[in-house]
């Protein structure tokens, strides 16, 4: 009988639905956005590596005052890698280092502007999970005597060396010739930014022709276990802290990075977006759950005869109310499911036309179908319990 009623009023049903289609399909759609950024987040940006953390000049900024700060920091140095490097560490198992710069390089007559040079330790491939497409990775003999060979992005060799294998092959970075040992294994782009666009050579290579005084370098660390990483942190600070003769309560010269610090910054910012749209939502649901009880108020006042009759047979109060309310679910819910089926579409959409990462997970359809369902019942209490108290000779004189 509920759904009866809403497709005798097509148009007036359709209309009414139209504040909850909205409501439902931008929380979908947010949700959607949110959670597939969430995911992104922490596979391509917030993955360091297994349990490695960061130890560089800046660490986490978030405003300001805090970057002024941090920019008169010192700079790390190999020293610092090497106090960290040499066995002092009973937390952690790898420790690795990195320097960058950016650089032309050159194969023949194929030039290559502006490339991420690094600087890096034999373990470095290790620690940040590099995998190798063709040769091999930089070694402690290569980082021992300083030797001039280097490792390549895959779309630095394919724009390189196009349909040849660049094992073997010379490129020039500067005024430094390098061998190719190896390449990497292709990894694609973060936030637009190619993560293969790289000549990785060893980090003493690095030290003697790139290294400048004012350069600053990084310093990955891969506690012994995931248990650890807290201590190992704590651990790498002391040992800085005291390599840099900081007072007790002077605050660290240095930042210290872990993927838990990177999503709890993103949830952060995350939370806020996700906080408007819920606002944007909750507007769009008290306008369509007005609309519902006006429409709702109108469907009793036609229908007060019908009421009388059948209060005149036998139905309770009770079944008055059922009966308005479930017209009132079964229109929210409706819309709920247009919403829902809107936002998938358009998250379709996004998915194939852009490179944006949408997810739209169960849990976020079934709580907007939650939601949508219980502002139907919410804003349908007034106009049933109002169905359910006309006295029955008063419905059926109204019509007469």
């Known amino acids: 009988m509920a759904l009866d009623a809403l497709r005798s009023h097509k148009l007036r049903s359709y209309l009414t639905l139209l504040g909850i289609v909205l409501a439902v399909a931008t929380l979908v759609a947010v949700m959607s956005v949110v959670n597939g950024l969430n995911l992104y987040v922490a596979d391509r940006i917030a993955n360091l590596g297994a349990n490695a953390f960061v130890v560089d000049r800046m660490g986490i900024i978030t405003n300001l005052r805090a970057f002024a700060a941090a920019q008169r920091r010192p700079a790390l140095t190999a020293e610092d890698y090497r106090a960290l490097a040499n066995g002092q560490l009973e937390l952690s198992g790898n420790v690795g280092a990195v320097e960058n710069s950016v650089a032309d390089v050159r194969a023949g007559d194929v030039l290559s502007q502006d490339v991420n040079l690094m600087g890096a330790t034999p373990n470095y491939g290790e620690i940040r999970k590099l995998d190798v497409a063709v040769g091999r990775f930089v070694t402690e003999a290569d980082e021992l005597h300083r030797q001039s060979v280097c490792f390549l992005g895959a779309q630095l060799a394919d724009r390189l060396f196009p349909n040849v294998d660049a094992v073997g092959k010379s490129v020039r970075a500067g005024n430094q010739t390098y061998t190719v040992v190896g390449v990497a294994v292709a990894v694609g782009a973060v936030?637009?930014?190619?993560?293969?666009?790289?000549?990785?050579?060893?980090?003493?290579?690095?030290?003697?022709?790139?290294?400048?005084?004012?350069?600053?370098?990084?310093?990955?660390?891969?506690?012994?276990?995931?248990?650890?990483?807290?201590?190992?942190?704590?651990?790498?600070?002391?040992?800085?802290?005291?390599?840099?003769?900081?007072?007790?309560?002077?605050?660290?010269?240095?930042?210290?990075?872990?993927?838990?610090s990177i999503l709890a910054l993103w949830e952060r910012i995350t939370s806020q977006v996700f906080a408007l749209a819920v606002s944007l939502t909750s507007v769009f649901l008290v306008v369509g759950g007005i609309v519902i009880m006006n429409i709702m108020l109108a469907s009793v006042t036609e229908r007060t005869h019908e009421i009388g009759i059948r209060k005149a047979v036998g139905a309770r109060r009770g079944h008055i109310l059922v009966q308005f309310l479930a017209e009132s679910a079964a229109l929210s819910a409706t819309g709920g499911v247009i919403g829902v089926a809107l936002a998938m579409a358009v998250a379709a959409v996004v998915r194939a036309t852009t490179s944006m990462p949408v997810v739209t997970s169960a849990t976020s359809v079934i709580i907007s179908l939650f939601i949508s369902t219980c502002v139907g019942l919410f804003f349908g209490i007034y106009p049933a319990w109002r169905a359910a108290r006309l006295a029955p000779i008063d419905a059926l004189r109204a019509e007469a």
């Open 191 to 260: 936030l637009g930014v190619s993560q293969d666009n790289f000549l990785l050579i060893p980090f003493s290579t690095y030290q003697a022709g790139w290294h400048a005084p004012n350069h600053t370098i990084t310093i990955f660390v891969q506690a012994r276990s995931p248990e650890l990483m807290e201590s190992a942190q704590d651990e790498v600070r002391v040992v800085l802290r005291t390599r840099h003769h900081l007072a007790y309560n002077a605050p660290d010269d240095f930042g210290i990075l872990g993927s838990a």
